[in-house]
Structures are given as C-alpha cells and as structure tokens.
C-alpha cells in the first residue's frame, strides 16, 4: 500500500510558497500585512497549527509573521524537510509527526488552525474524527481554516469506489491513494456542532484546451464553539 512517505520521498509534493487562500484567510480574519514590519491586526493570535503540514510551508508562513507555529504530519520524510527548511530560516516550529485523528498536542492550545488539502485525503470517519480532534485543540472562539476537494470536481467518480464519494487514486503521483470529495451536505456535517462558519467559498480552476477540466475545491473559515 503507497503511503504519504512514498510520494514526498520521489520529491513530489513540496511545497514552497503559501496557499494563496490562507493568505486571504489571515489577511481577512488575523492580520493584514501593512509595511515590512507593521501589520494591521484583526484579533489577537499567540499560536498556529498547520494541520498536515506537508514540508511545512504554512507553518513557515506564519512563522515568519512572529506567531508560535507548529505542523504535523503523517510523513516522517516530510516533517524532516520541514525541520531542515525551518532550521534554515533560523525559526522555532514545533514539527511533529502523527496522525490528524489523535493530535499530540494539549487541549485548547492553539488560537488558529489551517487544513490545507488535508481531510479530503482520508476516510469520512477519519476526518470527523479530525475535526474533533482539532476542536479540542482549539480555543474557545478559534478559527480554523478548511479547504476540501468538491463532488463538481472534474476528477469526481475517477478511480476504485471505496466508500461514498470516496475513491483510491488510479495514476499520477497519489495513485494508491484515497481522495474524497464533499458534497455540500458532507461539509455542513463534518462542521455541525463544533465550529460556526464564518465564510465559505467555492474555488475553481478550469484548465485544458477547451476549459472542461475543472478543479473545484470548497473553502471554509469557522469558528471554535
């Protein structure tokens, strides 16, 4: 069975600049970069989680910006990228790995957590325990960002079936894989009773010669009850 590890140590996988929508994400709700060292500051914020953390680019991001980060990750080639990467900025970013559905962290640690591309990449089961696990190491009043792969995604039904709206990836670097895709009803499920959400988006990109392949991605903002 390919495993996380597979994929990032063929070099696939890295990543080196942030999300451009948890840059809007903390422009929007955190703070606002003004000058090359003021900001415009939304709420106050100590501590950040980058959940899935891959190489660590977004716990880099805000690292940079004075905020206590961490990452985790189920790769331990990754989570020794994103050491070596951090420890060559000269940041302190608590990197660990383990798993989405029991965090090592202590209850209401954090102040912010983002997921970029991270619960669509398991089971249903798995990423409502995740979210669970990331309500409680949130704050009261929290915010988390979510981004999860959309059912109007061009690569919907791509695959082996291996449960609903659910499929193991056939090609390509993820093949072996599982990738899941939400529909609406699914978000509001996997959000309902632990985080109020404060916006969401539909993301899509359409590519190919005649705009047919789309991506579509829903992107979330919430608040920890």
């Known amino acids: 069975m390919p495993s996380w590890d597979d994929v990032y140590s063929k070099n696939f ?3 080196w600049y942030p999300n451009e929508d948890i840059i809007r994400f903390c422009s929007r709700l955190i703070q606002k970069q003004l000058t ?4 415009d500051v939304k709420r106050p914020v100590e501590r950040v989680l980058d959940l899935g953390c891959g190489n660590g680019r977004h716990a880099v991001y805000f690292a940079r910006q004075g905020f206590a980060a961490a990452g985790i990750d189920v790769s331990e080639q990754a989570i020794e990228w994103a050491k070596d990467w951090a420890k060559r900025e000269g940041l302190d970013i608590d990197f660990r790995t383990g798993k ?8 209401e640690i954090f102040d912010v957590v983002v997921s970029h591309g991270v619960l669509d990449h398991v089971h249903m089961e798995t990423a409502r325990k995740a979210a669970g696990e990331v309500r409680r190491v949130l704050r009261p009043q929290g915010l988390l960002y979510c981004d999860l792969r959309s059912t109007e995604d061009y690569e919907f039904g791509v695959g082996e079936l291996a449960g609903q709206n659910t499929f193991v990836v056939s090609e390509g670097y993820e093949r072996g894989l599982v990738q899941h895709f939400f529909s609406q009803a699914e978000t509001e499920e996997l ?4 985080f109020r959400i404060l916006y969401s988006e539909i993301t899509e990109l359409r590519l190919g010669p005649d705009f047919q392949r789309k991506f579509s991605r829903w992107v979330f903002a919430a608040e920890s009850l």
């Not at 989405?100 to 209850?107: A, G, Q």
């Open 191 to 194: 959000f309902d009773g632990l």
């Open 13 to 15: 996988m890295t990543m």
């Open 100 to 107: 989405i559905e029991s965090l090592p962290f202590e209850n």
């Open 36 to 39: 090359h060292d003021k900001y």
